[in-house]
């Protein structure tokens, strides 16, 4: 089913590392031009679409930027362009990174591939600056493992040629290309503040800490630093016990990579003294038992075990207390 | 309310689990397409292109208004992108009406779309921040425990859920557009079908689909030209509202928002509604989940506090009740979740266009009544509604 790939880890300068990163990664219908340019590029061939004013685009796009018209519909639109062409303009790369496409100095360029009116944005393997200009003529260098990406063109290379397409196994009876996976990975270095952080000093030592704000009086849990209501900074700290009511819940029966094994309750605590209910796992009770209005009370790791993080508040279990009537806390729901 | 602003053309792709043989942008040109033809325009008459989208991580694609400008048409002209969540179609036809009421632009094409099947929504939905403890529950796991609070407020008979999962799958039946067609769909069956999120059993959820709608806007001078050109009458707008709160706020009512409440009571304002379930003939509500109708009849006033489910239960919102709900199937049975509400608003206008096909409502069509175009996103955080006439405000 649904698989996450989260995670969150403290740095030493208090910055939060946080990854995101959506397993298998997305995947993209190309549609049939797209498809058709990725395809050609597979083959080792750089495909350019006409539009209806005589204009050859590359990348192709699937309706002209002026008119808005659909491209690509007939043979005819498309014109195989290239391998050689011009750079139009160009930028240096001292030093690549390590998600580059090439591993030493190297210039990004824009290039216009003979018999095309428009530039695609590559890479020119030259050695050096100085080789590069405005103006000079490369080609298209191939890899020999082609997948149907731009990638497929491992650079451009400075001169004419030669353009030899090394022959791809098997092409033949490959399918047009029609849809790619891409993945995608968002790394975020966060700084939680002071609010997040005095919260989370609390959770080290297995205390609970909300905030007051001096205007309305609520108390916030997880703390605020600003009151939602009324905008004002809520500044004064309260401690809270770790006993609270269900206020209301839901069993899951589905599975997901990063979530409790099912079923598992998420449930909403009010704790005592708290203004609004907090998102919590129920645990150590059967499902069938568990009730709005239940008494519950937080299980936390053990002291020795404890690090700074909201994970040392496993999940709340009842806490044998009779139950409160729903009227006590309906309008905390 | 400002100069007076019309549906003109309205158009939309089916809705399936998955579009593999367009790109997005294929996607959105073919409902752009069909709501030009509906207004017997071309994108050389549109001034102004506002497109719709749900969280970008839904598709990773970051702003896809930068990719989708040529499919649309934008060249040269203003396009913005809106984004209010799940509410995010209602709101963008709501930017695109207030341009036309502004007297900014003559005519608007007001886009949305999802392509769920590119990637999911669930994993989306539940990217927590790391200063927060996450559940990964998704959108079922979030309102299931405001259901079972409304359940347990308004004391309604567990079937009502179900009740709703039927009727609403029944209409779409009717509906060419639909995703989800279970001919033989009854109460057994999705008493029957696996409780997902306790109290949300699998049939009481929405499909996840691809898909997109369009409308074009225009102001009166523009509903006069395409009516006479096309034959066919506009959709008046007679009031349209957004409103927000806060999701994380102490005494904040999760299960009757009062976001919703002020935004259906700023609608009803302008368009003089005081008794909504007796003047509007039809009512396109965004309901992901089956309870979220008797909840929504509360929240917009069609039923008292509490009393919600006692309309459902009596047929009052079935095709052939007294107040129809989600005569075209409902989100229950098509859910491009950026296109879903705007999916509502453009019904709402076919509906009082006599434009609903099959599952035409005959009340709506005859001018003496409005419908309602409703949305809502985030954790019930954004609201978005329109109410739609066939004769002018
Ligand atoms: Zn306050």
Redesign the pocket.
């Known amino acids: 089913m649904t698989t996450q790939a989260s995670s969150a880890s403290q740095t030493s300068d208090e910055r939060v590392l946080h990854v995101l990163e959506f397993p298998g990664g997305y995947t993209r219908s190309t549609g049939p031009v797209i498809g058709r340019f990725l395809t050609g590029l597979r083959s080792g061939r750089i495909y350019g679409v006409r539009t209806p004013d005589g204009k050859v685009l590359i990348p192709p796009t699937e309706y002209d930027p002026v008119t808005a018209a659909a491209l690509g519909a007939a043979d005819e639109d498309w014109v195989e362009v290239g391998p050689a062409g011009t750079v139009t303009s160009w930028t240096w790369v001292d030093e690549p990174r390590g998600d580059h496409p090439l591993d030493r100095p190297f210039a990004w360029a824009l290039i216009r591939p003979d018999g095309a009116d428009t530039a695609l944005l590559h890479v020119v393997d030259s050695g050096s600056k100085a080789a590069m200009a405005t103006g000079m003529r490369v080609h298209a260098t191939w890899r020999a493992e082609r997948t149907g990406s731009v990638k497929d063109i491992a650079a451009f290379a400075p001169g004419e040629g030669p353009a030899e397409v090394p022959v791809l196994a098997g092409e033949a009876e490959l399918e047009p290309v029609s849809v790619v996976t891409l993945p995608h990975r968002l790394e975020y270095r966060l700084r939680g503040g002071t609010v997040w952080n005095h919260f989370i000093d609390g959770m080290a030592v297995g205390q609970i800490r909300g905030t007051r ?1 001096a ?2 009086g ?1 108390v916030y849990v997880p703390p605020r630093g600003a ?1 939602p ?2 905008g ?1 900074p809520a500044t004064e700290w309260v401690d809270l016990p770790d006993t609270g009511v269900l206020t209301t819940f839901a069993v899951n029966n589905v599975p997901a990579a990063g979530a409790p094994e099912v079923p598992f309750i998420s449930g909403y605590v009010l704790l005592d003294g708290a203004d609004i209910a907090m998102l919590v796992l129920v645990s150590d009770v059967p499902w069938q038992d568990v009730r709005i209005g239940m008494r519950v009370r937080a299980v936390w790791v053990p002291e020795a075990e404890r690090t700074r993080s909201v994970k040392n508040l496993k999940w709340f279990a009842p806490s044998g207390e009779p139950d409160v009537p729903y009227e006590r806390f309906e309008e905390y729901v | 309310m400002g100069n007076r602003c019309a549906v003109i053309g309205v158009g939309q792709t089916a809705y399936r689990t998955k579009r593999a043989d367009v790109s997005l942008a294929g996607l959105v040109r073919e409902a752009a397409l069909r709501a030009l033809e509906d207004a017997g325009l071309t994108f050389a008459d549109i001034d102004s292109v506002v497109l719709g989208k749900a969280p970008d991580m839904f598709e990773g694609v970051a702003t896809p208004e930068l990719y989708l400008a040529d499919a649309l048409g934008a060249a040269g002209k203003p396009m913005m992108r809106v984004h209010t969540a799940g509410s995010v179609g209602g709101s963008t036809a709501l930017v695109g009406t207030s341009q036309v009421q502004a007297g900014v632009h003559e005519r608007v094409l007001v886009v949305a779309f999802e392509k769920q099947s590119e990637s999911n929504a669930t994993w989306a939905l539940s990217t927590h921040s790391p200063f927060s403890a996450s559940l990964v529950v998704g959108a079922g796991g979030y309102f299931a425990p405001y259901i079972r609070a409304y359940i347990r407020q308004s004391g309604a008979p567990g079937n009502i859920g179900m009740m709703v999962a039927v009727k609403d799958r029944i209409n779409a039946l009717r509906n060419p557009y639909a995703h989800l067609k279970i001919p033989n769909i009854d109460l057994a069956m999705v008493e029957e079908s696996m409780m997902l999120w306790d109290p949300i059993r699998y049939l009481e959820t929405c499909p996840s689909s691809d898909g997109a709608v369009a409308m074009v806007l225009g102001s009166e001078r523009a509903a006069a030209a395409a009516a006479a050109a096309t034959g066919r009458r506009p959709a008046w707008v007679h009031g349209a509202a957004m409103r927000s709160e806060p999701m994380g706020m102490a005494g904040r009512d999760s299960v009757d928002p009062r976001a919703g409440r002020d935004c259906a009571a700023d609608v009803y304002r302008q368009a003089g509604v005081t008794e909504p379930r007796r003047q509007f003939a039809a009512a396109e509500v965004y309901v992901p989940f089956s309870w979220y109708e008797p909840m929504w009849l509360e929240n917009l006033g069609f039923a008292e506090k509490g009393a919600g489910w006692k309309l459902t239960e009596a047929g009052a919102t079935a095709f052939d009740g007294d107040i129809p709900w989600n005569p075209s199937g409902g989100v229950l049975s098509s859910n491009p979740i950026g296109a879903s509400g705007m999916i509502r608003f453009a019904e709402a206008a076919q509906q009082v266009r006599g434009q609903a096909g099959e599952h035409q409502v005959a009340a709506a069509a005859d001018g003496s009544r409005l419908a309602l175009g409703h949305a809502y996103g985030g954790g019930s955080q954004f609201f978005a509604m329109w109410a739609v006439g066939a004769n002018k405000p």
Do not use: F, H, P
């Open positions: 704000c205007a309305c609520k009151c209501a009324d004002l």
